[in-house]
């Protein structure tokens, strides 16, 4: 089964850092970009980070995270990652990976491709 599983959620104290991946299994990544997504319990789905299948297209982040956040991939390990530095309580919210048909990334519109089940981030002291 084609599916994409997000791990390296948890608790974290404002300040600190996690680092989510997405893993792919029965598909191949090499050829979509890579989204991530976050939604906090009653709030809309929001776009947070995407790379690209080509490193000559353009990477983009949500201005609430630029500066703190780094998405990266590893097309050996068919996965994608986001570091997260510096996390803010409003950060909180469950994380989600999806894939984007056409490789490279318009931000944010929402991926009709692959989604993982989400990773739950919580940032509280």
């Known amino acids: 089964q084609m599916r994409l599983v997000e791990s390296g959620g948890g608790l974290v104290q404002p300040g600190g850092s996690l680092r989510l991946s997405c893993t792919a299994h029965?598909?191949?990544?090499?050829?979509?970009?890579i989204s991530w997504f976050r939604q906090a319990p009653g709030k809309e789905l929001e776009g947070v980070s995407c790379?690209?299948?080509?490193?000559?297209?353009?990477?983009y982040y949500a201005e609430s995270v630029k500066g703190r956040f780094t998405i990266s991939r590893d097309k050996g390990e068919n996965a994608g990652y986001l570091q997260m530095n510096d996390l803010k309580p409003e950060d909180t919210a469950v994380y989600y990976c999806?894939?984007?048909?056409?490789?490279?990334?318009?931000?944010?519109?929402?991926?009709?491709?692959?989604w993982g089940q989400g990773t739950q981030v919580t940032v509280s002291a």
């Open positions: 029965g598909l191949t990544l090499d050829y979509y970009a």
């Open positions: 790379i690209p299948s080509s490193d000559d297209d353009e990477t």
């Open positions: 999806a894939t984007v048909d056409l490789g490279f990334c318009i931000p944010f519109e929402v991926p009709t491709g692959y």
